[in-house]
């Protein structure tokens, strides 16, 4: 007999969703200028979950004013005084932790079990670990007497909504920047409650402002001659056009782009534990994660028995209603991204690559992707190549440590990397040879906010999270 | 040398103590980080309702129920074995345990007090806790164990032996008291709290599990630490990739310190999702335990009544 787990989802009564929201602006909410709004959906059924305001170039204005008016009291609190703030803030995610879950998984689809076990409590860690910085910024490293950059436009993607905003505000507060903020078109309800937390903790008003919108919001706030600092995470195509446009100006920039991470096991690996660790580097959040595991690079001798293991892993996946507590893989956030995948494992099948997914009912509406395993991958295929930000893995094999090494970074990218040895000596080795930004050993996709975060080549660069996050947000 | 080895395709890797310890240490490595993480994850699993009602019965289905005191008497465990066979006086519909556990000279009684009732009869033997005994004591244990009609032994293995790397021997001890055991099913206690480390525990899984043991069992419940979802999940492993390689089946037993529905209903989801639905099943899965019980029939009857009931609502035995 079959041991089927009944549905256990999560009540959505913890986040009532209004039918509409605002911009928020020196500390109110307000509709836009030109009273355009956009509508944000469920990803997992395609229902409308609420109308937010499309901010315009005139909102986008008053935003950044808004944030310049509250800069010089701002940056002259002391920073214990900071502190208080962002503790507070801290404090509140937690207090709030449940509606926060509810309400990320409504609007961007990823799994209860993840925004409930990882993206909230660590939106409350950066914000405990960057407060904890805010009153000892002169010895940080960075100088006597570091000086705040001014306003500071962030710009935001749609993966990890809320955990995202928590990189870019955290040291921002902390450093005595204010800020204005645009969170993805696809998932702006996150950020929409995180403004009200901000008034709950009663920051001085102006002090963070959240404009939503689209592409051409993040355009006008990027260009804006206002802005001291621009702070992007996201595609690398857009970050090109943002360095494009901040190029000669005095802004300073960090740019948190794509990438094609290499997972990289060897034949001594502990085997279940390297299983987990595939799985979760790339299925994690259904793949929408930048530095997700995409490329596995596994020693030929152990290949097969490997892949055997992994594929036995796959088949117990959950796929299905992000709001269900037994979900491991959720709803593509949209029909634009699901079309994306789509078109780039269409290309792998196309290019000869072996594709297998395991047998798993989809639910009929929303949109979905089945966990995706390819194998007989080569180096030039497409999807060895291209971010395809989805729940799809390529399979490639190497027979030595420096095959390895080459494969790996033979690739435009540079953000992240893992290797799964019992060797000490091997992997202190191979970490040193690979060009990325974060190397995790015998894990995947580990976050913290003591640790700094951060791309090689086309993965962008500055660094987010740790005491080197505080330098992209400091006159240094 | 091994004389009553099963016929395994890894027959070979039992030749020698040198070859022994060349394949038991050629075994993948164990990533403690990582799969304390894959056992708690899986911790968090939620089972209500219909899930829930089918996990109760089976654990109460999967329960080896346990007396292995010094002060056991004939009359503790005949009211024992009465609970086993009709565990909720209020409900005739709640399942039969698996088995019985009790010490070998408890063994006549218990098989007298089940009889009809299909529930087995397990002994611990072998010197049981320690296992510190010479080999002919072990198997006389066994032998007298078996004689008296226990269906099941369950065997402590020779901890001394193993850590000082003396597989060979740990082998052949394993070997003789599995022929020892006649038709008797055999369960192998690793002992794991005293194995300590992941790795070793791997070793001793598949050791046992080459000399032929039935089942793999976490601990006789009788050191600080004894079965945890971790090393269970890491049984479990072991269980699934020996049937991967050389067909035959095995069973896992975790035991000590399993007390609430929530525990066991965790202990389930670790096979469901590890071994696989092969081994939810009380022929391959049991829990050695002596409280859990009556928490497993408490739980049953608030998903009957809708109320929680209280422990004088379940019997004392």
Not at chain 1, 34 to 43: D, E, M, W, Y
Request: hydrophobic share 45%; charged share 20%.
């Amino acid at each position: 007999m079959k041991f089927e787990y009944a549905p256990a989802p999560e009540s959505r009564a913890t986040a009532p969703v209004a039918s509409s929201y605002g911009l928020f602006i020196d500390g109110e909410f307000r509709p836009s200028a030109a009273g355009k709004a956009f509508k944000t959906i469920s990803p997992a059924t395609e229902e409308v979950l609420s109308e937010v305001a499309h901010a315009g170039a005139d909102d986008v204005d008053a935003a950044v004013a808004a944030a310049r008016r509250a800069f010089p009291r701002w940056s002259g609190l002391p920073g214990a005084e900071r502190a208080k703030y962002l503790f507070r803030i801290a404090r509140l995610v937690q207090e709030r932790a449940r509606e926060l879950a509810v309400l990320e998984s409504l609007d961007n689809g990823k799994p209860i079990r993840e925004s409930r076990d990882v993206d909230i409590p660590l939106v409350a860690a950066h914000f405990f670990y960057y407060a904890g910085w805010a009153d000892k910024l002169p010895h940080a490293g960075f100088g006597r007497d570091p000086r705040p950059l001014g306003v500071a436009g962030q710009v935001i993607p749609w993966n990890f909504p809320l955990l995202m905003l928590a990189w870019k505000i955290a040291p921002a507060l902390a450093t005595g920047n204010t800020v204005v903020l645009k969170p993805a078109e696809t998932t702006p309800l996150t950020a929409l409650r995180f403004a009200e937390i901000c008034r709950q903790a009663a920051l001085p008003p102006g002090v963070v402002n959240i404009v939503t919108g689209d592409g051409t919001t993040g355009a006008a706030l990027v260009e804006h001659p206002g802005v001291d600092k621009v702070a992007f995470t996201g595609s690398t195509a857009v970050g090109r056009g943002i360095a494009r446009a901040v190029a000669g100006t005095r802004k300073k920039l960090t740019l948190e782009l794509g990438g094609k991470a290499a997972n990289i096991v060897f034949d001594d690996a502990p085997v279940d534990q390297a299983v987990e660790g595939i799985v979760n580097g790339i299925f994690f959040n259904q793949g929408h994660v930048c530095c997700a595991g995409s490329r596995l690079l596994v020693q030929e001798s152990v290949a097969e028995e490997l892949l055997a293991a992994l594929k036995r892993r796959m088949a117990t996946l959950r796929v299905g209603d992000p709001l269900d507590k037994n979900t491991d893989i959720g709803a593509i956030n949209s029909a634009a991204q699901l079309a994306r995948i789509r078109d780039l494992a269409d290309a792998g099948t196309a290019e000869g690559a072996r594709r297998w997914s395991p047998p798993c009912d989809l639910p009929t509406e929303g949109y979905w992707f089945p966990p995706t395993l390819f194998t007989e991958v080569g180096q030039s295929h497409r999807i060895a190549r291209e971010e395809i930000f989805g729940p799809v893995l390529s399979v490639l094999t190497f027979r030595t440590p420096e095959e390895a090494v080459a494969k790996a970074n033979n690739t435009p990218y540079g953000l992240s990397a893992g290797i799964w040895t019992e060797k000490g000596s091997r992997m202190l080795w191979l970490a040193g040879q690979l060009r990325a930004g974060v190397v995790w050993s015998n894990t995947f996709n580990k976050f913290d906010p003591t640790s700094p975060f951060g791309g090689y080549q086309e993965s962008g660069y500055g660094r987010e999270g740790g005491r080197h996050g505080l330098g992209a947000y400091l006159d240094v | 040398m091994p004389s009553t080895a099963p016929a395994l395709p890894l027959a070979d890797v039992t030749v020698s103590d040198a070859a022994l310890r060349r394949f038991l240490h050629g075994l993948p490595g164990v990533d403690a980080v990582g799969l304390e993480a894959r056992a708690a994850a899986l911790g968090t699993r939620s089972i209500k309702t219909t899930a829930k009602s089918y996990a109760i019965d089976l654990a109460i289905s999967m329960i080896d129920l346990t007396t292995l005191e010094g002060a056991d008497t004939p009359g503790k465990v005949r009211s024992l074995c009465a609970k086993g066979a009709a565990p909720d006086p209020s409900d005739r519909s709640a399942p039969a345990v698996a088995a019985i556990c009790v010490y070998p000279d408890l063994v006549r009684e218990a098989k007298a007090a089940l009889r009809g009732t299909g529930i087995a009869v397990a002994s611990v033997a072998t010197a049981f806790p320690a296992g510190r005994a010479a080999r002919s004591v072990k198997l006389a244990d066994t032998r007298e164990a078996v004689a008296a009609g226990a269906d099941e032994v369950d065997m402590v293995i020779d901890r001394g032996a193993f850590l000082a790397g003396r597989y060979l021997q740990v082998f052949e001890e394993i070997n003789a008291v599995k022929a020892a055991c006649g038709d008797a099913h055999l369960k192998v206690i690793l002992e794991n709290g005293e194995l300590a480390a992941y790795d070793t525990i791997r070793r001793a899984s598949w050791l046992a599990m080459l000399a032929g043991a039935d089942f793999i069992k976490t601990s006789t419940g009788k050191v600080a630490v004894n079965a945890t979802p971790a090393n269970t999940l890491l049984m479990l492993e072991a269980v699934r990739d020996f049937r991967a390689a050389t067909g035959r089946q095995v069973g896992v037993k975790p035991a000590g310190g399993i007390r609430t529905t929530k525990d066991a209903v965790k202990y389930l989801v670790l096979v469901n999702e590890t071994a696989g639905d092969d081994w939810l099943d009380p022929a391959w899965f049991r829990f050695g335990a002596s409280s859990l019980l009556n928490d497993l029939l408490m739980q049953r009857q608030k998903l009957r009544t809708g109320r929680y009931s209280g422990p004088d609502y379940v019997t004392v035995d």
